[in-house]
């Protein structure tokens, strides 16, 4: 039985190999740097919301961190466990850090 030949022959082929591989490559780094960019703004608006609850909370300390534990168990369930409550303090964190970070957001209306 004779094997199928895969590469495609000449320096024709392998130019053309080079440009499709290089199209892919692209479309692959800018799919990635896509996703990282909206997991941060993702961060981001969940910080700002967290903090826009416990601002509403009478007593603040407790209020937040009673909020962030069942906040975080919700979504541990729904989502994962990339929703620690660490991980919601520290998006908690960014927002109080940065909140200017995404401003044409920072003032937009909410949908609930």
Request: glycine share 6%.
């Amino acid at each position: 039985m004779r094997k199928k030949q895969t590469s495609m022959p000449g320096k024709k082929g392998m130019r053309l190999y080079d440009r499709i591989r290089q199209i892919l490559e692209s479309a692959r780094f800018a799919a990635a740097r896509s996703v990282n960019t909206a997991q941060v703004v993702a961060n981001w608006l969940i910080g700002r919301e967290i903090v826009e609850e416990e601002q509403r909370g009478s007593n603040r300390a407790e209020y937040g961190q009673q909020l962030i534990f069942q906040l975080s168990e919700q979504l541990k369930t729904d989502f994962g466990t990339g929703y620690s409550v660490q991980n919601l303090f520290y998006m908690r964190q960014f927002y109080q850090t940065y909140p200017s970070l995404v401003p044409e957001l920072r003032d937009s209306p909410r949908t609930a």
